[in-house]
């Protein structure tokens, strides 16, 4: 099978947790590593590195334009050399460069989001909503991290088709150590949408001294990570910047807990790591965190700081709760090991393909 692949909003070889560059690359890279061993993938993103074989059969080819059109070129020009059997495009941007390309190469197309504009409980933007509609409605189907984003997505958009593949984990490299840790970690992009500022005040609530490190690079421009550090002002918080993917498990396995106070979460690729370090997670209920630690491997509350701040306190004090939703985490995130995941993309692409 020839896969084309888009990535139009950030390249997956640019390293995350900063900017623009997020989970959707960890998926990408991770996915695309395993399935490049049976099958022939081919990753459009913008850029002027030309063509980059990052695995056997995977190429990453960059496009030097900052237009949607003239991407779509480059991918019609492939397409006429290779004959891509199947096309997923990744995030809305790459949708629109998906309703573009769709037209002419006439070959099935997947369409992941990362993030269902329609579903976030804060900065909504209304042209993106429209967008997103209309690229669900034209692909062939759209794939979701959770059956509950897909379940929202069904009820909104009745006719739209859906299939739910979660994201995976490397589950050697997040590896289970010890846990005799009592500080709070916190993994992502500094990013408004990412409610580092609930975290902050939730510490405060605890009345004790509770450390925190924070992991990640500024993600829309240095304001937001200097509104955090202010409000943090007199608390033991270490801002350590963006850290390289493959230096992060030491961060898990130094910590006691990972919170996760996301206003908005579709999956939660961090909460996954934490659970294949086995450290409890503490996020909202609301969020893809539901699905994927469930009420077994964290503790999800309803949005607000002091729910945070109990469900902190509650933790700090109990090693024993700790290693128990840890372990239990460990066990549930062998199931979501990248190799298993990619196995399911595989079967899926293959029934879309003779459909
Ligand atoms: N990440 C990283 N280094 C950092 C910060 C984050 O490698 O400094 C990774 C993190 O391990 C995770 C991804 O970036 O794999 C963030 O994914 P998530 O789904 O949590 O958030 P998103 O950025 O997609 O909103």
Not at 35 to 49: K, M, P, Q
Not at 109 to 138: F, N
Not at 341 to 353: H, M
Request: proline share 4%; glycine share 8%.
């Amino acid at each position: 099978m020839r896969i084309c692949v888009i990535s139009y909003h950030s390249s997956p070889l640019v390293p995350v947790g900063a900017g623009k560059s997020g989970g959707m690359s960890i998926v990408i890279r991770s996915l695309y590593e395993r399935l490049g061993r049976h099958a022939d993938v081919d990753i459009f993103t913008r850029g002027n590195e030309r063509v980059v074989s990052v695995h056997p059969g995977v190429r990453v080819l960059h496009v030097g334009e900052n237009n949607p059109g003239r991407f779509v070129e480059a991918i019609v020009k492939n397409h006429r050399r290779h004959g891509y059997d199947l096309m997923h495009t990744h995030y809305w941007s790459s949708g629109i460069v998906g309703l573009l390309a769709s037209r002419v190469l006439k070959i099935p197309w997947v369409h992941t989001l990362h993030t269902v504009e329609v579903l976030k409980t804060i900065e909504r933007d209304k042209a993106r909503i429209e967008i997103e509609e209309e690229i669900m409605r034209s692909c062939d189907l759209v794939i979701s991290p959770t059956s509950q984003e897909a379940l929202a997505i069904q009820t909104l958009y009745p006719d739209v088709k859906t299939a739910t593949i979660p994201h995976g984990v490397d589950t050697r490299r997040f590896a289970p150590s010890h846990n005799g840790h009592s500080n709070i970690l916190f993994v992502g992009r500094i990013d408004p949408i990412k409610g580092i500022h609930l975290l902050i005040d939730a510490i405060r609530l605890t009345k004790r001294d509770i450390a925190l490190t924070v992991v990640g690079g500024p993600s829309k421009g240095d304001h937001n990570l200097r509104s955090i550090e202010k409000h943090a002002a007199g608390l033991d918080v270490d801002f350590v910047g963006q850290v390289r993917h493959d230096r992060l498990a030491d961060y898990y396995s130094r910590a006691a807990m990972l919170v996760v106070p996301s206003y908005y979460e579709s999956f939660g690729l961090v909460g996954l790591e934490a659970m294949a370090s086995a450290r409890p997670v503490i996020g909202f209920s609301h969020t893809g965190l539901k699905e994927t630690v469930g009420d077994d491997a964290g503790v999800l509350v309803k949005m607000g700081a002091r729910n945070l701040a109990r469900a902190i306190k509650n933790l700090a004090v109990d090693h024993n709760l700790r290693q128990r939703l840890g372990n239990r985490g460990r066990k549930k995130a062998l199931a979501f090991d990248w190799s298993l995941v990619a196995q399911k993309y595989g079967r899926l692409y293959e029934r879309v393909v003779e459909k």
